[in-house]
């Protein structure tokens, strides 16, 4: 039960919507060419100034959310948001302002830049990103590298710039995608229940509880192996944007052995319903 609720959960796509820059907290770091925050104001006001300062980096990075976006299976994602590298941090909410900078991307989610603590939280301490004049740098030993994406600290991924047309495509393609994977979660849970009532009834070595734990324990596989595959393809296609700091992130890998772990129960299960089948069928030709 656990793996179908995992399963479901992750093969739902995610939505969200951009609020706006006073309402909410910045994730971004004022890099090392902004202004920095002085220590000698109180504890309060450093945190509003820095949250302040951030999010007119977030827009001047060209990565303020404006927009619904969407995030399927930790692979893939579309997104809109704000660049304007002269804006205060505080958004016009005219239509035409945000027709004028609104830029459109696919978000890696797999892949972010290098991670700086213990719990790989990306703190931007060994690599500072930014935006200027239009174009993306890291800043890395005081020297700026230009580079082809975009970074979002909310996703910790890199996002490569496409055209409108380009996003809203990707954007139904992953709809369309998440749906299917949420049909097939639904047909696992269904088979689940299938076996549970063939056992209540006496109906242990059948053919359909076989065919259901091979089921489950490809179902349970399936997504930490379409999260690895997925991500590694996501790099093959956007190889020219990757430079040496961009790494695979954490989450596509550290918790895969769970998933893995519940398939190869499923896979026993099947091998000893099986092997009990046969051993059935032999018992009643020798009676």
């Not at 060419?33 to 000698?40: G, K, L």
């Amino acid at each position: 039960m656990v793996v179908i609720a995992v399963l479901y959960y992750y093969s739902l796509p995610r939505y969200s919507y951009g609020g706006e820059a006073w309402f909410r907290k910045s994730k971004v770091f004022p890099t090392s060419i902004d202004q920095q925050v002085p220590d000698s104001v109180g504890y309060q006001k450093y945190n509003q100034m820095r949250d302040s300062m951030g999010i007119a980096r977030e827009i001047k990075n060209g990565e303020y959310q404006n927009g619904t976006s969407v995030y399927c299976m930790n692979v893939l994602g579309v997104t809109s948001a704000i660049y304007c590298d002269s804006c205060a941090n505080k958004i016009p909410e005219e239509e035409d302002f945000i027709k004028q900078h609104e830029k459109y991307y696919l978000v890696l989610m797999g892949w972010g830049l290098h991670y700086d603590d213990a719990e790989g939280q990306a703190t931007n301490k060994l690599v500072d990103f930014y935006v200027k004049n239009g174009q993306s740098y890291i800043k890395q030993n005081d020297a700026s590298i230009p580079v082809k994406f975009v970074f979002s600290h909310d996703q910790n991924a890199i996002m490569v710039p496409v055209s409108k047309t380009t996003e809203q495509t990707v954007f139904v393609i992953i709809s369309a995608l998440s749906i299917i994977f949420a049909v097939f979660v639904v047909f696992l849970f269904l088979c689940f229940l299938k076996f549970l009532l063939e056992i209540s009834k006496g109906k242990v070595f059948t053919d359909t509880n076989i065919v259901i734990l091979l089921w489950l324990a490809i179902g349970s596989a399936a997504l930490p192996v379409f999260i690895l595959l997925g991500n590694l393809l996501t790099r093959l296609i956007f190889n020219a944007y990757f430079t040496q700091d961009v790494i695979l992130n954490r989450f596509v890998w550290e918790d895969a052995w769970k998933p893995l772990g519940l398939a190869l129960i499923f896979f026993v299960i099947y091998r000893a319903f099986s092997i009990g089948k046969t051993l059935t069928e032999e018992q009643e030709l020798t009676i």
